[in-house]
């Protein structure tokens, strides 16, 4: 992979709306995303795999690692705007706002965005650094990822093995095999930092507390009816406003967000068990299985059975 080539993104600052180099619009103010965790762990290891990047510029509490696979574009982290293609492994620092874009003239037909990415919380190491001091070097290199950080060379090479393998490993051994492959950057040295030293992202707290609530609930009732003036109160807000903060906010409605919840429950289950679809789809809190497999098809791509039976070959 050849050096990625990296501007200050214009769009970071002002109150304006802007635009990077592919005619994309670039909003100053990132949207806040709450990070699903698994229960019983501390990582979020993630296969990312669609027609193209389709997240928006956003930022999460959580630091963030990322391998892209497949596909180019344009690299937005904080102030920096660069160019990425396959083999791209950029290591974020908590709430620094980021994006990968793709465009059209990059993008080959029948190609596809897939990255592994890993979400991953730090505060704890500030306590544990003291007893158990092997991991500074591990605590520098994330403080040095404040400004995000792009690896190249051997380093790279190494890292993205360990990388590919992460979704394989399951418990103490992926933990484990993380943190390896994170101490292995830091032992390397170099990563080039992407974003400047004085960029200091605007970040509304309110909103982040009011999206983990929204969220919270969600993930705790989707099963079952989900009354949007309950979500209403739990924000404060009147039911009408709410919509508006949380599109505003979120980038999307509440209705997709709920959508989004339930399809990815419904996969899980249409990959670690035996229920047929209309049970499934009943389940994860869907109405109708018309319903269900329309909003399925939608999210996936491929309708439930595909995509059970794709995920069920050897």
Not at 2 to 24: E, K, L, W, Y
Not at 127 to 156: D, K, M, Q, Y
Not at 173 to 199: D, H, I, N
Not at 200 to 220: G, N
Request: hydrophobic share 40%.
């Amino acid at each position: 992979m050849t050096r990625s080539s990296h501007t200050r993104n214009p769009a970071i600052g002002g109150g304006r709306r802007s635009g990077d180099a592919s005619g994309a619009p670039c909003s100053a103010s990132a949207r806040f995303e709450d990070v699903p965790t698994a229960v019983n762990s501390s990582l979020g290891v993630f296969r990312y795999d669609r027609p193209s990047f389709e997240r928006g510029w956003h930022y999460h509490p959580e630091a963030e690692l990322t391998l892209i696979l497949e596909s180019s574009g344009r690299r937005l982290v904080g102030d920096h705007l660069g160019t990425f293609e396959a083999g791209d492994l950029v290591l974020l620092g908590p709430n620094l706002p980021h994006t990968w874009r793709n465009e059209a003239v990059l993008l080959p037909r029948g190609r596809r965005a897939r990255s592994i990415y890993v979400h991953f919380r730090t505060a704890w190491l500030d306590e544990t650094t003291v007893v158990l001091p092997e991991l500074h070097e591990i605590r520098r290199l994330l403080t040095r990822a404040a400004r995000g950080l792009c690896f190249a060379g051997s380093a790279r090479d190494c890292a993205a093995r360990e990388l590919k393998r992460l979704p394989e490993l399951a418990g103490l051994r992926r933990v484990l095999g993380f943190w390896e492959l994170l101490q292995g950057l830091a032992e390397a040295g170099g990563g080039e930092p992407l974003s400047s030293a004085g960029f200091a992202p605007v970040l509304d707290e309110l909103a982040c507390a009011r999206i983990r609530k929204i969220h919270r609930h969600v993930y705790e009732h989707f099963r079952s009816g989900i009354v949007h003036q309950d979500l209403a109160r739990l924000a404060g807000l009147s039911p009408a406003a709410l919509s508006k903060f949380f599109r505003r906010t979120t980038g999307r409605t509440l209705t997709e967000f709920i959508n989004e919840v339930r399809v990815g429950a419904a996969a899980r289950r249409l990959i670690d068990t035996t229920e047929n679809v209309s049970e499934i789809a009943y389940a994860s809190g869907f109405e109708s299985l018309a319903n269900f497999n329309s909003t399925f098809r939608h999210l996936k791509q491929m309708n439930p059975s595909r995509f059970r039976e794709l995920h069920r070959k050897p």
